[in-house]
């Protein structure tokens, strides 16, 4: 079982899982968590369900979705389940890799929770929930941070003292690292143009990754999963002196800093109306001018990104846009597309508009980089991580 326990929302996936051959029997997600019209829908053997259930919790979501696979199928007993692979964060430099979870997996997310506050503490609530209703199940993390384990020395250093960064492990670790790994496979067995790769994971968190040969070069978010392109309330990139001038001028506490920087910022944060991109396109139409400023900041930050990292890679094969944004919004993706000719870049605007939420691609026969937009699938490389490591123990 894949679980991605976040902020608002539980997803979940179930898979048989025996030598090649994969297979997904159930999956769904309680959404709008802690709020008056929560609810959960799923989806089995091509059947998709929805249940209004007010005022979840990540307790209650959680025995919810147990309570529906057993009491719905496709298990009889919670039993059945062999291995919970969880989707973790930010264990920092301590844990980077798939890991069992024990003591010391639990205390570095606890470690880093102040810094990845959106999601370490669900993902926490998540393990102490599986530990009560499963204690005899191998529980697995898998970690955001292993696929970017190949990115090079020089380009994960921060310019901090040295000792100050080895002692509390600040570097850039990199996120959305489940997503970038399947489009990394899932590209190449799409076309033979995937040796230089750029991976835009467009949503509500946001990531850029250069991908050479099926391995990580580089990704836009660091130590944390803030920095990076401005995402839905989170800040991206900006001047680090800024904290220490608000701390001086406003006198705010570093709790105060933290909810500024997680929750108010981004692209709530400049249009004061709405972190959702489809809302701010629609503000935007009907004359808010700081909902249509917050859009076109999106755009070009996604887009600096995919400049720098052409550079880096010494060329493009192609680009792919995935996540809740890249997928379903053609008209983010014909914005961050325009005027990058000169890159090769050129997207066919018929094509592009015809696909959402499926895997196409949408470049014109003339465009010397394809341009692709496939469907993340998170919850299958948590499966197969979680798989895989349980199967290692057993030998």
Not at 82 to 92: D, S, T
Not at 104 to 123: I, W
Request: with cysteine; net charge negative.
């Amino acid at each position: 079982m894949a679980v991605n326990s976040g902020g608002s929302s539980i997803k979940y996936e179930l898979f048989s899982i025996e030598e090649e051959k994969e297979q997904s029997l159930s999956r769904g997600s309680v959404k709008r968590l802690y709020r008056p019209d929560s609810f959960w829908e799923g989806e089995k053997e091509g059947i998709k369900s929805r249940k209004e259930v007010p005022d979840l919790d990540h307790e209650k979501g959680l025995r919810l979705i147990i309570d529906i696979l057993t009491q719905e199928g496709p298990l009889h007993s919670i039993q059945e389940i062999e291995a919970v692979g969880i989707k973790l964060i930010n264990g920092g430099a301590e844990v980077t890799q798939t890991s069992f979870i024990d003591s010391g997996v639990v205390q570095a997310l606890q470690d880093l929770s102040g810094v990845t506050s959106v999601h370490n503490p669900p993902s926490l609530l998540a393990i102490e929930m599986f530990q009560k209703i499963l204690p005899q199940t191998p529980l697995v993390g898998v970690f955001e941070t292993t696929f970017h384990l190949s990115i090079p020395l020089p380009y994960r250093t921060y310019g901090l003292p040295w000792e100050l960064s080895q002692k509390y492990g600040l570097k850039k670790l990199g996120f959305h690292g489940n997503s970038h790994r399947y489009i990394a496979e899932r590209i190449a067995s799409l076309t033979s143009r995937a040796q230089k790769v750029i991976s835009c994971h467009l949503g509500s968190g946001c990531s850029v990754c250069a991908i050479k040969e099926g391995r990580s070069l580089d990704i836009s978010s660091g130590f944390t999963p803030q920095s990076g392109t401005i995402m839905s309330t989170r800040p991206g990139d900006f001047d680090p002196q800024i904290i220490t001038y608000l701390e001086e001028k406003a006198n705010f506490s570093p709790q105060e800093i933290n909810r500024i920087l997680t929750r108010e910022s981004g692209l709530l944060g400049i249009s004061g109306l709405s972190g959702e991109m489809w809302e701010l396109e629609e503000l935007s139409q009907k004359g808010e001018e700081r909902a249509k400023l917050a859009v076109e900041v999106f755009v070009y930050q996604v887009k600096k990104y995919i400049g720098a990292f052409v550079a880096l890679l010494n060329g493009l094969d192609s680009l792919v846009f995935t996540g809740g944004i890249g997928e379903n919004d053609s008209f983010i993706r014909e914005k961050v597309g325009n005027n990058l000719d000169y890159l090769g870049i050129k997207i066919d605007r018929e094509k592009n508009q015809e696909i959402k939420g499926k895997e196409g691609k949408i470049s014109s026969s003339t465009s010397p980089v394809e341009v692709w937009v496939i469907p993340t699938n998170e919850e299958l490389m948590v499966a197969r991580e979680t798989a895989k490591i349980v199967k290692e123990r057993r030998k």
